[in-house]
């Protein structure tokens, strides 16, 4: 069995949801605290093994590239003042998190499109996807929870968790059995699924471990007719239906980065959690709570 060292993070939504913070910076580098989210992907599969990670873009998303690059000046003028000296570690060390490549998506066509943007990039490997908009943090690398999946069974794995019945709605349902510990077998994804078609409350959450096949299947999928987008579940689907597929439900706690409540909720938690600024922000939280 191939060792996992790969990733891609498709990042080529528009980001519409959290208009006009989205116009002019591309949501994936709104920040939490003092990171842009795009970060907490590249630090979460680099801590998992990944070495070589394909971020895919499209136009007006060249600041993602800058921040992965060295910033000569910038760095130099830390380094040059010794009270800025982890700045400057922290800064620095951002572009050797990872060998990170980039490819435009040039039509937003759905997250199965934007997949097989990176057929070449992969080859024939298996390899991890880490949602642009989802930030999970969590003590053990969720995608290293993936990849511990499909080591032990060989199959494509994707990182689940429990909804409620109205986010299943806009997500999709899975059709599960307990296999061992997290790990369910994955039997059927419905889509955007109707009340009558809820076969569970675990949906997939920003997280997949794929099997090179997956690129085939992609291709085999039609457009959706209402949207025109080729959805990555329907080949997931077909995996889940041939026995190909497990479930893991990650320890983790994730934040949706393409919404504005999620955003929010990443600040204030990970706040309440920095080294730096945790104590003092959980006295203004409890001050500002009385005047609720």
């Known amino acids: 069995m191939k060792k996992i060292t790969k990733a891609i993070i498709p990042a080529a939504g528009l980001g519409t949801r959290v208009l006009p913070a989205s ?46 690059d060295y910033a000569y000046e910038l760095e130099a003028n830390l380094k040059a003042n010794p009270s800025k000296k982890e700045i400057y570690e922290q800064v620095h060390s951002i572009a050797d998190l990872a060998n990170i490549y980039y490819i435009r998506q040039k039509e937003t066509k759905g997250l199965g499109h934007a997949i097989l943007q990176a057929e070449s990039f992969v080859g024939n490997e298996p390899f991890a996807v880490l949602y642009g908009d989802d930030v999970i943090i969590s003590e053990e690398p969720v995608v290293g929870q993936l990849i511990r999946a499909y080591e032990k069974y060989g199959k494509s794995s994707v990182g689940v968790n429990l909804c409620t019945r109205e986010q299943i709605k806009k997500y999709c349902t899975l059709d599960v059995t307990p296999l061992d510990g997290r790990i369910m077998d994955c039997h059927k994804i419905i889509e955007k699924p109707e009340e009558h078609e809820i076969m569970s409350l675990y949906a997939i959450l920003g997280r997949n471990v794929l099997e090179p096949e997956i690129f085939q299947l992609i291709k085999d999928t039609p457009p959706n007719p209402k949207s025109g987008e080729v959805y990555l579940t329907d080949a997931l689907s077909y995996l889940a239906e041939h026995g190909r597929l497990t479930a893991v439900d990650f320890e983790g706690k994730r934040y949706d980065m393409g919404d504005k409540l999620g955003i929010m909720q990443a600040n204030c938690e990970v706040a309440l959690k920095h080294p730096e600024i945790g104590s003092a922000f959980r006295e203004y939280l409890k001050q500002l709570a009385e005047t609720l």
Do not use: C, S, W
């Open 23 to 68: 116009k002019a910076v591309p949501k994936e580098m709104l920040n939490i605290v003092d990171k842009p989210a795009i970060q907490y992907l590249v630090e979460e599969a680099a801590a998992a093994g990944i070495t070589d990670i394909l971020i895919i873009t499209n136009r007006g998303k060249e600041v993602i590239e800058n921040h992965f």
